[in-house]
């Protein structure tokens, strides 16, 4: 039957229907994918969810605050105390950047104007450094809803304008930031995409060491980006699927890693049965019959795995989840339609020079995977033991790992003008006005707030008690530490310990480094419950599958050991070597990590790292009907072995293509997600794995009978033969 679906799919006639099917659909989805930029929401204050207090107190707040203003800063400084021109000509640029489009408020406190102040008895805000040599403008931004994307050209305008001889010039503040973001991100789907395509087609030319046939596989990979990108921008536009630029660029390198490793094991069977059918289209459906339920099976643990991010806290990790997750079910359709039917429209000389004729050996059978097996035979317990204890002693780095959250200039691996300005002005003793905390309570005990506020350390002089309805009033004040450091943490939750102790105030704690410190909450929380979920559906999709329950508890803990040894070699690479690399502006992130990090390198490495190892089992389970389990292991893994190993090299290649972003984050993920890939491929699925079928032979079916004799390997069967591994 499925024998029938596969032949229908590449026949003579319906190969061309698929082939131009799929085309017409890349070509209507094609204007859309173009647009998924547009549909980005890079809001910080959407990723939490409504019951994260700063939410609260956004949402209190919105008929005061508008959640629009994007407070900025233009820091002015000089090594040497400013000069009453440098002052005048500061105070003129105010003016000037006030007019600007998009500035709704803009102004600036020379020391005469805080004397003036001073002298009426109002709180002063600190916008002189004491030594004299740094001041700043303060403005504020509101280009609506969907405003963050003009800041770019808002904050070109402003630099344009802000120049004083002698005089160094920084944009700080969420503006600021937002324009260095913007920076980071610009044209990076582009770039990233690029890059990647070329790191897949480099692999792909020693992989199939053919001039050719490697442009079908990347041409199916851009088809099924431009698809998915598409049904991406519609759903976001229409259904409010969250995408923001992190998830659109991972999204490019899950499309073409996941592609290209479908590619990878359907041309490797399409290869085999070319050797053994003298009709291209007769071996096609072969092929597609034999390699499609595995990378079915592939692809829907993934999906499955990442569709399991819908459960996060977070809304950025939840909206990450169906993001991906659309891109992978998209990919999989397309490289099992459209890559079948090119494949065999252009027929055997594709392979050119080592082309498969019919009747010819299949060299796997005595390759090098076919030799790696045969080594393990007579060692297979000591193997996995000692495989599984260097894979724990490699957890061990996870004692390095701190993911409590980084600074903003620990967050990138170069130095940004936002960060630069924000360093200047913590040196200098300046409080960054545009990061408060924001208190709201009710307003009849409003007086026992205010009092309690004074008393925590770190905040700066309060504002005027704004009366915002409803019988609730709110108060706001500077921070004197960077924004999204645990230091202001700190000072956020003394903050709320200090007003929630206090009866029947209803007291809630917002601002920016509140945001931060309960995005952190929400992380923390995510990782404790999606992890157990992820693991959960994956053994249940292996059960399924293998119709096992020994095996699936097997393979879900080499996944989990191999997640582990990589994030505690990759943390002692990031804290002892990445530190130290010059080609990092700002390495000290490198010492943290992000608390996001963990789960999403675990969701990437149990959902794709799983690929492998059923990439493998379903073909040692479709070998030992025949041949018994340690037999099939042999075949298994040495015609599985090259293929998957590509594959391993391909995903890893395009993780790494992350590395490029100056995002910490990002590098740090990439890095893990490439490490984690490359002990699977080449160390859990080819000696943990292989060495623990070889082992437990048939038991490892419990309680299925599939191999209820338990046959041993006997002498002559050492070696996989032409025969066996063909059949």
Not at 29 to 58: H, I
Not at 152 to 165: F, K, L, S, Y
Not at 206 to 217: H, I
Not at 364 to 379: C, H, L
Request: glycine share 10%; hydrophobic share 50%.
């Amino acid at each position: 039957m499925h024998r029938q679906i596969a032949g229908r799919l590449t026949g003579r006639i319906t190969k061309w229907i698929v082939l131009v099917g799929v085309l017409v659909i890349a070509g209507l989805m094609g204007s859309f994918s173009s647009q998924l930029a547009d549909v980005q929401n890079n809001e910080a204050s959407s990723w939490l969810p409504e019951s994260a207090e700063s939410t609260k107190v956004a949402d209190a707040l919105s008929a005061t605050v508008d959640p629009n203003d994007i407070p900025t800063l233009v820091v002015y400084s000089r090594d040497e105390p400013l000069s009453d021109d440098d002052f005048a000509a500061i105070e003129e640029q105010a003016g000037k950047i006030a007019e600007i489009s998009g500035v709704t408020e803009a102004g600036v406190l020379t020391p005469a104007k805080a004397e003036q102040l001073a002298a009426t008895g109002a709180p002063v805000p600190p916008l002189v450094s004491e030594d004299g040599e740094v001041a700043y403008v303060y403005l504020t931004f509101n280009f609506g809803k969907d405003g963050w994307a003009k800041i770019p050209a808002a904050a070109d305008e402003i630099r344009d304008i802000a120049t004083i001889d002698g005089v160094q010039v920084h944009l700080a503040g969420f503006g600021g930031q937002a324009a260095d973001a913007a920076e980071v991100f610009e044209g990076v789907d582009g770039a990233l995409l690029g890059a990647t395509f070329l790191v897949v087609i480099v692999i792909l030319l020693f992989t199939y060491r053919s001039p050719v046939l490697w442009v079908l596989p990347i041409v199916s990979a851009a088809v099924a980006y431009t698809v998915a990108a598409g049904v991406i921008y519609l759903l976001a536009k229409y259904a409010g699927l969250t995408v923001n630029g992190q998830s659109q660029a991972i999204l490019g390198i899950l499309v073409i890693g996941a592609g290209t490793d479908y590619a990878l094991l359907l041309v490797a069977r399409y290869r085999e049965e070319l050797r053994r059918h003298e009709d291209r289209h007769e071996a096609m459906a072969f092929a597609l019959h034999r390699a499609a339920p595995a990378i079915l099976a592939s692809a829907a643990t993934v999906v499955v795995g990442l569709l399991c991010l819908v459960f996060a806290d977070l809304n950025s990790t939840a909206g990450l989840g169906p993001v991906l997750a659309v891109g992978v079910a998209v990919t999989v359709l397309v490289m099992v339609t459209l890559l079948p039917a090119m494949l065999v429209i252009c027929g055997r000389w594709l392979f050119w020079p080592m082309r498969p004729r019919f009747g010819s050996p299949e060299p796997t059978a005595s390759g090098f995977w076919s030799r790696v097996g045969n080594r393990i035979v007579p060692r297979a317990r000591m193997v996995w033991v000692v495989t599984a204890g260097i894979l724990v002693l490699a957890c061990l780095g996870l004692f390095k790992l701190d993911a409590s959250g980084m600074s903003t200039e620990d967050s990138y691996t170069k130095e940004f003008d936002s960060i630069i300005g924000q360093r200047i002005l913590t040196e200098h003793g300046l409080q960054d006005s545009s990061n408060t905390v924001q208190v709201v309570a009710e307003t009849d005990r409003f007086d026992e707030v205010t009092a309690a506020l004074e008393s925590v350390d770190g905040l700066g002089s309060l504002t005027e008690v704004r009366d915002i309805g409803g019988g609730r009033s709110y108060v706001e004040a500077a921070l004197s530490e960077d924004i999204s450091s645990p230091a202001a943490f700190d000072i956020v939750e003394a903050t709320r310990d200090a007003v929630h102790g206090i009866d029947g105030a209803g007291a809630l704690v917002g601002g920016g480094s509140a945001f931060y410190l309960d995005t952190k909450v929400a992380s923390n929380r995510d990782n404790l419950v999606i992890i157990p979920i992820v693991l959960v559906v994956v053994f249940l999709i292996l059960i399924g599958l293998l119709r096992s329950l020994l095996a699936p508890v097997l393979l879900m803990g080499t996944v989990v050991l191999s997640f582990g040894a990589a994030l505690g070699i990759s943390t002692v690479l990031f804290q002892e070597v990445f530190t130290r690399l010059p080609i990092f502006d700002n390495a000290d992130g490198f010492n943290y990590a992000d608390p996001g990090f963990p789960l999403f390198t675990f969701v990437f490495l149990v959902a794709l790292g799983i690929d492998y190892n059923i990439f493998l089992m379903t073909r040692i389970r479709e070998e030992t009907a025949t041949h018994g389990t340690r037999r099939g292991t042999l075949i298994g893994l040495s015609s599985t072995g090259g293929v998957i190993t590509s594959a391993g090299l391909v995903l890893a290649a395009t993780f790494l293509v992350l590395g490029t972003i100056p995002f910490v984050f990002l590098t740090e993920l990439g890095v893990a997600v490439a490490l984690g890939v490359l002990l699977d491929t080449l160390i859990v699925r080819s000696v943990l794995v292989t060495a623990l079928n070889l082992d437990l032979g048939g038991r490892i079916w419990w309680p299925s009978r599939l191999d209820a004799d338990n046959r041993p390997l006997e002498p002559e069967d050492d070696e996989p033969t032409k025969e066996s591994v063909g059949v």
